[in-house]
C-alpha cells in the first residue's frame, strides 16, 4: 500500500483514495455519477447503501473436509476483519497450499466487494449539475416505485 501510495504521489499530486483502494468510499462526484446510473429506487437504495454501510463478506478456500473448509475469512468493504485456519488441517498441509488457500479466500472476498465506477462520460456536467441531475433522477425513481 505504501509503494503504490508513493508511486501515485511521484507525479506530482496526491492520489485519490479510489486510486489507492478500489474499495475506498468514492468522492463526491463520483457518488452522484455512480448513483445517476441506478435504474430502479431499490437499485438506487442498495447503491448508496452499500456507499455507506461497509458490509460484510465471507469467503472460503477450494479444499473441503467432510463438507467443510478449513481456511475462511471474512473482511468488511475496507478492512480484512479474519482469517481462520483449522489447526489440524494446517498441521498436515504443505505451506504453500494453506498460502494459496488464503489468497483464493482474498480474491472471493475481493470480488463480492461493491466497485463504484461510473459506466457514463460526465466530463461536461458540474458538481452542481450533477447534484440536480440527481435530485431528479431520485424523484424520478420513487415516483415509478409509487406508482
Known sequence: MAKRTEQ??????WPSPQEISDAATPDHRTILMVLLET???????SVSSSMIDSGEYQ???RVSI????P???TADRTH???IAVWSDWAATAHPDQ??????????GIRAMRPKFTARGDYSRYSDAD???ELDRHRLRLLNERMA
Open 39 to 45: 435504474q430502479t429506487w431499490e437499485q438506487y437504495s
Open 59 to 61: 469467503a472460503s478456500g
Open 71 to 73: 481456511v475462511t475469512m
Open 130 to 132: 450533477l447534484e440536480n
Open 80 to 82: 480484512l476483519r479474519s
Open 98 to 107: 494453506i498460502g494459496d488457500e488464503i489468497l483464493w479466500c482474498a480474491e
Open 66 to 69: 467432510h463438507g467443510r473448509h
Open 8 to 13: 501515485l504521489c511521484a507525479g506530482g499530486r
